[in-house]
């Protein structure tokens, strides 16, 4: 894996700030020499996938705003996901499109000049399909957040001023290129211009390719209120469920969810993106914006403390009313929330020998009302210093952007949402894994069967990053109750306006005057 993004540091790609689209890319006449080996479409593949990986990293106001959390800490680590929660300007205008452009870029580029590889059409191909995907995803998560768009023709456009166009042109963009990506071999049949096989699921894949077009049309289908694409978005889900886009399946249980599906690798992943952990300057940064919830006893470079408050808390009456009692993922994903005692190593000092000396404490945990976090548990860490001080990197794992889980349960609610039968037939699969059993199987709230679904989506992939797009794909109503106190004040003409959308980023507007500012940001602007 180390190898993955070996080729980057050729720059082959050179980005600046000074392009129309904030990115301005080497003309691809510049590759004329350059195209001449399997090795060139490799780095050229790398860089494209490099740069997916930074964009990624690029939505994590919506994902924070998006949380489900009991108390946000207003540190200097807290305040982002505080000012997320509450629109504050001062941080959404500061939200840039430049890697997704950047990867789309490198996108067009290998698609226009594909023809100059020689290699046989079948391995050139490769590449091109690695271009289909990147782009679907890119349009896809770029309409998600920004909504309307620049759509850049090919690679030369890239230094052409264009206007935006609509979400639903971007979606049927995405859409577009998306279809064209399902030609891509399963995972498990990846290969590179030498015959290697792929270990990274970051790369596109059949099975990749299937749950963006799952993703597409469940979102178009909220966005356009069109019937017929929940019918296509759950076609595609049946195709991963069924494994006939790829070899596919759930982890044994939440304990093996903990330890082994979220390092990444795993039969339940889909796709991922790529995170490096051999040096300080490679490790990139979180992979969930949930991470942030982890400290005692998963960090063992904090402070042990059960009355300072972590960046983000959860109460445990919160976690009761969330999972049944017998819910495995209330054990796994949350530290000995039913143990009446923590006992705990700590450092205290002797006065007889003027040293720092380990002790065990008792804390009664019957009498703390915040719920320890468990469900990440792969910390990292550098030391500096002559004194060897432990310095916390982030979580040694992957992102696992889609795994199968999730697509369960997003076909679950397609079904409902299509008005198809057995809507409730993946929620009770993914509660029998975890444990559950009786009248909380089919527990659908009181026939509430879209509701049941999202507090299914909640408890699974709570700590996963999809909980503000869940909201925003189920409605205005999800979204003034589900949401914090500042969404819920939100007009209906503010959300039309595109109160739900990152506005543009200024160094995007600078040298382009088609490009107009989202109307409800505009209003905000300082």
């Known amino acids: 894996m180390k190898q993955y993004f070996i080729y980057i540091v050729v720059g082959l790609l050179a980005m600046s700030c000074s392009g129309y689209l904030d990115v301005r890319p080497e003309n691809s006449t510049t590759f004329n020499n350059y195209f001449r080996s399997g090795q060139d479409a490799e780095a050229l593949l790398n860089s494209m996938m490099n740069n997916v990986r930074v964009a990624e990293n690029s939505d994590m106001l919506h994902i924070a705003a998006g949380l489900k959390v009991d108390n946000v800490v207003s540190d200097y680590r807290g305040t982002p996901i505080y000012r997320a929660r509450q629109l504050a300007p001062v941080s959404y205008f500061r939200s840039n499109w430049r890697n997704y452009y950047a990867a789309i870029n ?12 020689p290699m046989s059409e079948e391995i050139v191909n490769i590449y091109r399909l690695q271009a289909y995907f990147v782009k679907g995803l890119c349009y896809f998560w770029l309409a998600r957040a920004w909504g309307e768009v620049p ?163 959860f109460n445990k009456t919160t976690i009761n009313e969330l999972y049944p009692g017998d819910d495995l993922r209330r054990q796994s994903y949350f530290y000995g929330i039913d143990s009446t005692e923590f006992h705990v190593k700590v450092k205290v000092f002797n006065p007889e020998t003027w040293e720092m000396e380990d002790v065990i404490k008792v804390f009664d945990n ?90 299914e989506r909640e408890r699974e992939l709570l700590f996963e990053d999809t909980r503000y797009y869940d909201v925003i794909r ?39 005057d088609l490009i107009l500012q989202n109307v409800y940001w505009n209003t905000k602007v300082q």
């Open 474 to 512: 189920n409605g205005v109503e999800y979204v003034r109750r589900e949401l914090s106190e500042t969404f819920s004040r939100l007009s209906d003409k503010d959300i039309q306006n595109g109160a739900l959308y990152y506005p543009v980023g200024s160094s995007a507007m600078n040298n382009n």
């Open 151 to 313: 759509i850049v023709p090919d690679s030369e456009s890239i230094e052409i001023k264009l206007a935006k166009s609509s979400v639903t042109e971007v979606l049927e963009e995405a859409t577009k290129w998306a279809l064209k990506a399902m030609d891509l071999p399963k995972y498990e049949d990846l290969k590179d211009y030498a015959g290697n096989k792929r270990t990274t699921k970051q790369y596109g894949s059949k099975g990749a390719a299937a749950a963006l077009l799952a993703n597409i049309y469940a979102w178009r289908a909220g966005l356009e209120n069109r019937k017929e694409y929940w019918e296509e978005a759950e076609k595609y889900c049946t195709m991963i469920i069924e494994n006939k886009v790829g070899a596919y399946g759930l982890g044994a249980d939440p304990e093996d969810v903990c330890n082994r599906v979220f390092k990444g690798g795993s039969e339940e992943s889909i796709l991922e993106i790529y995170r490096t952990f051999t040096a300080v300057g490679e490790f990139t940064e979180l992979a969930y914006v949930g991470e942030q919830f982890a400290g005692w006893p998963v960090r063992t470079d904090m402070e042990v403390s059960f009355s300072y408050p972590d960046v983000l808390e």
């Open 106 to 117: 490198d996108a067009d580029v290998m698609l226009d000049n594909a023809y100059r590889f």
């Open 366 to 455: 019957t009498k703390i009302e915040k719920a320890y976090i468990n469900v990440f548990r792969f910390p990292s860490y550098t030391y500096t210093g002559n004194d060897k001080e432990k310095v916390f990197l982030g979580m040694e794992m992957y992102k696992i952007v889609w795994r199968l889980a999730d697509i369960m349960l997003l076909r679950a609610e397609c079904r409902c949402r299509a008005g198809l039968p057995d809507a409730m037939e993946d929620v009770i699969a993914i509660r029998e894994r975890a444990g559950l059993t009786g009248a909380d199987l089919t527990d659908d709230f009181g026939g509430d069967v879209q509701l049941a679904i999202f507090r």
